[in-house]
Antibody
Framework: EVQLVESGGGLVKPGGSLRLSCAAS????????MNWVRQAPGKGLEWVSS????????YYADSVKGRFTISRDNAKNSLYLQMNSLRAEDTAVYYC?????????????WGQGTLVTVSS | SYVLTQPPSVSVAPGKTARITCGGN??????VHWYQQKPGQAPVLVIY???DRPSGIPERFSGSNSGNTATLTISRVEAGDEADYYC????????????FGGGTKLTVL
């Protein structure tokens, strides 16, 4: 069974940094692209970033480009999101998500999410 | 960037049919995927590639896509179908490669 477990969320001041992690199990992690999707309180879903299986291809939404860095450690079956220069509008639940195949257009598996709150 | 437009809310009586639309410029030329999200839970994929259902999703859920509108149809609606529903496409020309609609709250009366 595919399992994705996020961690690292919490309360951080504007301008601060936070590193999210996603522990993957139940599949061959190194064979799949991985993604971060976020959801602000009471709002809709927003794709944040994607990384290919070997980290060769990395994409960001314009809203986080230059501030967030996605990475992965295939040996540890883990996905990361380093978030710097955080803003109030980055407050959201951050989900780790995976498609059904290596380069899928949609997300078949989701973690339960980790809440990031940016506030002074 | 590519924009997907959903109605904020749809209401339907139990046993009836709910239709949730997702509008986008020539969306019929793209593949549309649908997610269900209940309060406090992660999204669940209910339709992919316009009309395919993942295993475990009831046949009551179906999808179509043509022209400028994609539609998620839920037949014989049950109380447990009450949730937020999001459409999504992949758009290589958008700043958000994976684009979501704003979501529709389905209320079962």
């Amino acid at each position: 069974e595919v399992q994705l477990v996020e961690s690292g969320g919490g309360l951080v001041k504007p301008g601060g940094s936070l590193r999210l992690s996603c522990a993957a199990s139940g599949f061959t992690f190194s064979s799949y692209s991985m993604n971060w999707v976020r959801q602000a309180p009471g709002k809709g879903l927003e794709w944040v970033s994607s990384i290919s299986s070997s980290s060769s291809y990395i994409y960001y939404a314009d809203s986080v480009k230059g501030r967030f860095t996605i990475s992965r450690d295939n040996a540890k079956n883990s996905l990361y999101l380093q978030m710097n220069s955080l803003r109030a509008e980055d407050t959201a639940v951050y989900y780790c998500a995976r498609g059904p195949t290596a380069g899928a257009e949609y997300f078949q598996h989701w973690g339960q999410g980790t809440l990031v709150t940016v506030s002074s | 960037s590519y924009v997907l437009t959903q109605p904020p809310s749809v209401s339907v009586a139990p046993g009836k049919t709910a239709r949730i639309t997702c509008g986008g410029n020539n969306i019929g030329s793209k593949s549309v995927h649908w997610y269900q999200q209940k309060p406090g839970q992660a999204p669940v994929l209910v339709i992919y590639y316009d009309s395919d259902r993942p295993s475990g999703i009831p046949e009551r859920f179906s999808g179509s896509n043509s022209g400028n509108t994609a539609t998620l149809t839920i037949s014989r609606v049950e109380a447990g179908d009450e949730a937020d529903y999001y459409c999504q496409v992949w758009d290589s020309s958008s700043d958000h490669l994976w684009v979501f609609g704003g979501g529709t709250k389905l209320t079962v009366l």
